[in-house]
């Protein structure tokens, strides 16, 4: 394949001819516009995650394609530039390209990822590899906080180990037909043979390997000699939009001698005739089976049962929890009376109803394995068995949960001897026979209900939210926000993450869909409105309101009939088919892993993703544009020089004609050489705020700047740290790439007499700091830079402002603005504490520039 | 909010029809929060069978799909009833699909991937146009 590849690639062998600069700089600037299609495209594809958008599946391929067409030809650019095959790269393309070519072929058999993985890595973007019912598991342990018991999941990528190591993917495959035939006789004994099959079967030695040497791990980390753990089927598909409830097999209490028998057990369970009947009668097909099993540590509830979120078939707004004392499983399967708890889905969820059963025995683990009945003492027969406190706390995790999926929930839960919930599984609540309810009338009850306001802002995250708000302006707030309101600020921040597990719903009056804390509201999935700019001067905390994040309306008051909508909804969109496959591939997109220039895994070879290759490009392009201009320049034009100032910006400057006053060879330039208008006016700003210097100025500013420029590290401000900049100009033109500390700036700029020609592109990257100090660093630049007409779009880090046919003058100003803005944001994160920094750092910069620009 | 209804203050009537089942449905719950009833269809053969049974308000189609495309189920719409207006929404908009769509009749043409958003208020036109027009004193024209 490399060796296939390598040999296609041959065209690209250096040429002993080099072309002239002009053809180079415009593979350069080609680089740089397929370079910022390819981030716009990125944002564009997470935005669509939040719900706001109906795409389909025409489009997951189309931009798919698009974006691997970009990439691709940025690599045949560079190529060009460096004069080199770069067969890395272009491997490291085909590897991805591939890898998003299977996912939506919607290739299933898994042959890569890991044999077992840990609960604490798991999540819903793992549920091929773990299967659903331990992704859920993953998310309620990851993402929303709660516990659960811990251990590990063995992968489907095993099951098909397994299962080819021994034949038996093909035996299975008459199933359809038998199906097909309604020959429920010969799919019956296909049935038992499978099962037996498997039930003999050896697993692969690397396979029992990987096993054993996980649960030999959890019983170290647990420090447990006679660790005993459940084994749970975690199918694809199970738990998910099918409940599969009951039709695969969990094993309990069991100990390291029967691990590789009770995961044979539970493989087998897949293809029980019950199972593989409900899957064909669901419509799966036979390459949509596989089997993950989650081993958790065996947990000695005692008192356990089952909640289910919404009954409204008992009281309006009520949730029902059935408890026993003991294990969960006699709940499960409904054999024993078990008390019957109703409580309310507002908080404080108060309890609504309470009927005790009587409950003489109870499920206990059996010392030799598996479980066994015991008798209680009288005095518990009758006692209730859940206390008014784990009552509530069981309803917190519950709405969490509920909130979390969209739908109403059916939750197995139990209380471990130290007090502490645990969840053992959920999955979407079937109605019972019927629907919920007859679908109300729901226009009727949204035409009575008083609108706060609507259409205002932007979708961040879809969803309906009912609740009290609770408006947060400082940490105290936060550290205070109560379980199941919705959260009103000013402001978006990352930092509200610490409290979306238990937040209704989210408002904001400024902010941006494509913003951190938009991403982390659909990691969340927090109803999610933000910049609806009157959002804390119509509410205040207390208030109660139902947040229509679908339709974008707030409604004053409880609009129960809309939540009910929502959660009796035919399919939630993130368990769409789309939205996951969406999710799947933006894994091989988005994620940037080359993230210091500096260091030893900045190589082609560890491109993982797009982004990667991206990024890797557009720093590699710079410092070649350099060396090309430094090796060959003075045969076609000037040799590259450096720019004598104080500013410790490590400037490379390549003249394409009429740029600067220089002898062409000259190997430096001055500032006073410089004719390019743009690039002036930059470093006018760039040294007017006097924020490089170590020394107090006079400006206001300084006295502000100097505390920190003084602490700020040395080795950051010299040059080698910096690395080489590069800008180019010719007389009316510049186009600089800059990147200070791990800040990457581009601004491209065209200023001259002619009004419509005039342009400013200012594009700024932020770096590897901390999410909520990038974010707050991207708002400030974005504030500023409105402030000055430009047309800004916010997605995640980047930040890219446009500004357009203005008159020379104004131009001239906005280009010293910008250089201000450079020097100031170059130290700017250290400064971000809280989110009122970003206004009130504006403030600053905007007053220091009316100084420095007379504006 | 205003309220939802066709010609004899009954509910609007729309018909979707997308051969991706996904955009069924996520617009079907969408126009049946507003109130209106919605029908969904994702081979364009039982959508026209529908649209001979019944006249809807509403119809939303997609351009590109197996058998009659939307350009034959705009002009099919108009032809079962004049009063149905038509919105066309695809994921291969060219401005030669978009004007044909616009000369055939259709209230507009919509790309996709489109906020749900900008559909709905769509629909509020049309709403708003079939109102004006029962009005006693509007004039008569489509």
Known sequence: MRHGLKHLLAFWRPSTESLPFTVLFKKFQSILERNNRILELMADMGDKLGGEYVFDGHYIEEVSETLGDLVFKLISDYSILNQHQNADLFLAFERIRLAIGEELSGQHILTTGEPVLLLAQLGHELSELAGTKMANLGDIRNRLELSTPGGFVITTRSFFDFLQHNDLLDKARPAAQYWHDQDEEALKQLADEMQHSILTATLPRRLSVR??????????????????????????????????????????????????????????????????HYRLYKGFHENETAMAVGCQVMVKGLVSGVIHTYAPHLAAGAMLASAVWGLCAPV??????????VLSRTPPYPLISLAIADKPKQLILAPSGGTAWEDLPEALHQAPSMTSEQMEQLAKAAMSIERYYKRPQE???????????????????????EPFAPKQLISDATRRAEIVFSGKGFIAQRGIAVGKVFLVENDVDLAAFPHGAILLSRYTSPRYSAVMHKAQGILTDVGSPTGHMATLSREYRVPTIVNTEIATSQLATGDEITLDATQNIVYRGNIGALDHFELTEEEVFEDSY??????????????????????????PTACRTYHDITRFIHEKAVEELISLSEQRGAQYLSAPKRLTTTLPIGLMLIDGGGGTTCAP????????????????????????????????????LGSFMSSFTRTFSASMASPAEIGRNLVVVLDHYMNINMRLGYHFTIIDAYISEAINDNYIYFRFLGGVTELIRRSRRAAFIAKVLEQFDFRVEIHGDLVV?????????????????VGGLVGYTRQLDARMHTDKDVNHHAEIFLKAMQSVIGE | MTTATGT?????????LDDEPIVCKRLKPAFQKMGYEVETFTDSASALARLHETTFDIVITDLKMEGADGMQVLTGAKESSGTTHVIVITGFATLDTAKESYRKGAFDFVAKPFKLRDILDCVKRIEEKRRDEQAPDAPLTV
């Open chain 1, 665 to 700: 060879e000259s190997r430096t330039a001055t500032p006073e050489q410089i004719v390019s208008l743009p690039l002036r006016k930059l470093l006018d700003g760039m040294g007017s705020l006097g924020m490089w210097c170590t020394e107090p100025v006079a400006v206001d």
């Open chain 1, 211 to 276: 096993i054993f040497a996980a649960f030999d791990a959890l019983a170290e980390r647990r420090q447990l000699k006679d660790l005993r753990v459940a084994m749970r089927s975690s199918a694809w598909g199970e738990d998910g939009s099918s409940s599969f409830a009951g039709q695969y097999q969990s094993v309990l209490n069991v100990s390291r001698d029967q691990l590789i028998d009770a995961y044979r057990q539970v493989v087998a369970s897949a293809y029980s005739f019950e199972a593989w």
């Open chain 2, 8 to 16: 004899a203050g009954s509910p609007l009537h729309i018909l979707i």
């Open chain 1, 332 to 341: 499960v399967k409904g054999i024993n009376a078990t008390d019957n708890i």
């Open chain 1, 578 to 603: 789309e939205y996951r496959l969406l999710r799947r591939l933006l894994k091989f997109i988005s994620p940037l892993n080359l993230l210091d220039p500096q260091g030893d895994g900045f190589q």
């Open chain 1, 801 to 817: 402002g446009r500004l357009k046919k203005l008159s020379l003058p104004r131009m001239a100003q906005r280009m010293r603005m």
């Open chain 1, 411 to 433: 939750i197995e839960w139990t209380f471990d001897p130290g007090g502490t919930l645990q969840i053992l599984q959920t999955r979407p609540l079937r109605s019972q026979g």
